[in-house]
């Protein structure tokens, strides 16, 4: 196992813990940096893996001032701490329409962006604006092959950013893009479909521009296609996952260079055959996505998952493996980001290896307080 992730007194943590690396998180905001080869204006993270107010703090005083977040709470958090310029990425809809005013209301310094890809979802967000006398800063949700959010480039997404434009309380803001359906492990393949989404936006600002309809910002990608959107011109690249990183990404995608900050600890709680050992670590520690590999251990050779349930971790090992009850196992996540949103909060590494307290995953949960 990595030195790097033995934690000194690691006797005074209970499992199963997340367990985060300070280290490791700025050698991972240091890499994103560079990759914008110092231009932080390129940079707007996704705070949705981390959710933490401590770590928001880390990246303000690397320079990084713009963020990306999905939820009212995320939002919330990133305002507090000091965040002018912050982009939900979600569609504000039922209550969170009035719950969105109410959080322009309570801080009226941050500037605020929403994204809309509906005609009702505009309308109401219009009329809740005006109602307050608010402005409201709104983004297009383009869909360029994810078919998960968004509306794809055509007539009908150039009627609602008109909508946009025309409605009172509403200020069009340009076009969010989110291409989650782009896997490619190859580095030529993945810019090859990265080329295909940027060809889409580009038309939809051809279609914009021939309306006279202008696009101040453009909003593009997740962490697979950082790097790739980090060169385009007049795109901000909005990774997220990079800040604690998996085994899934690592895996996957070597060639950006982050490494993982985050694991969880766990102990052995059974050993009902000589081949075969339980682990305090269920569904509720560590999150049952993806499906098959839902994480790797560190810590001993050969292991391989058979059974998981809500507070159990099967685990098939060589008959020579030494081990006993209590014994701890690190395991790192093949997703982490739904694993951090099971934890209120997680214990935090120094520098030196010991454990210094925890850290609140402040936006755990969903609505604004």
């Not at 936006?201 to 521009?209: F, P, S």
């Not at 007049?234 to 800040?243: L, M, N, R």
């Amino acid at each position: 196992m990595d030195k790097r992730y033995r934690i000194q007194n690691v006797e005074t943590i209970p499992s199963p813990s997340l367990v985060v690396y300070l280290a490791q998180v700025q050698y991972n905001i240091e890499r994103a940096i560079a990759i914008v080869d110092g231009d932080v204006s390129k940079l707007r993270p996704h705070a949705k893996t981390h959710k933490t107010a401590e770590i928001i703090a880390m990246e303000r005083d690397a320079g990084i001032l713009k963020h990306k977040c999905a939820t009212l709470r995320e939002a919330e958090m990133l305002a507090q701490n000091g965040i002018a310029d912050i982009l939900i990425a979600y569609q504000m809809v039922g209550p969170n329409v009035n719950r969105f005013v109410s959080l322009q209301q309570n801080y009226p310094d941050a500037d605020f962006k929403v994204v809309a890809d509906h005609s009702e979802a505009v309308t109401a967000l219009a009329s809740a604006a005006t109602k307050h006398g608010l402005t409201v800063k709104v983004m297009l949700d383009l869909d360029v092959g994810m078919n998960r959010t968004g509306i794809p480039v055509g007539d009908a997404a150039v009627d609602i950013y008109a909508q946009i434009e025309a409605a009172e309380g509403l200020q069009p803001w340009g076009l969010h893009v989110y291409d989650g359906h782009i896997h490619d492990e190859d580095v030529a393949e993945r810019k090859a479909s990265c080329a295909k989404s940027l060809a889409q936006v580009e038309e939809m600002q051809d279609r914009l521009a021939a309306k006279g309809l202008e696009v101040p910002l453009v909003v593009m990608g997740g962490t697979p296609t950082f790097t790739i959107y980090a060169e385009t011109p007049g795109v901000e690249a909005s990774p997220g996952t990079f800040i604690f990183h998996d085994h899934g990404y690592t895996t996957r995608y070597p060639d950006l260079g982050f490494t993982p900050a985050a694991l969880l600890l766990s102990r052995i709680i059974s050993i009902p055959t000589p081949h075969r050992i339980t682990l305090d670590l269920g569904h509720k520690a560590i999150a049952a996505d993806p499906d098959g590999v839902r994480g790797v251990v560190l810590s001993l050779d050969d292991a391989e998952v058979s059974m998981q349930h809500e507070e159990h971790w099967a685990i098939n090992i060589p008959d020579s493996t030494p081990m006993h009850i209590g014994q701890e196992v690190y395991v790192c996540p093949t997703h982490i980001c739904p694993c951090v949103a099971l934890h209120p909060f997680y214990y935090l590494v120094d520098t030196d290896g010991y454990c210094r307290g925890t850290w609140e995953v402040t936006a755990r949960n969903r609505s604004a307080a």
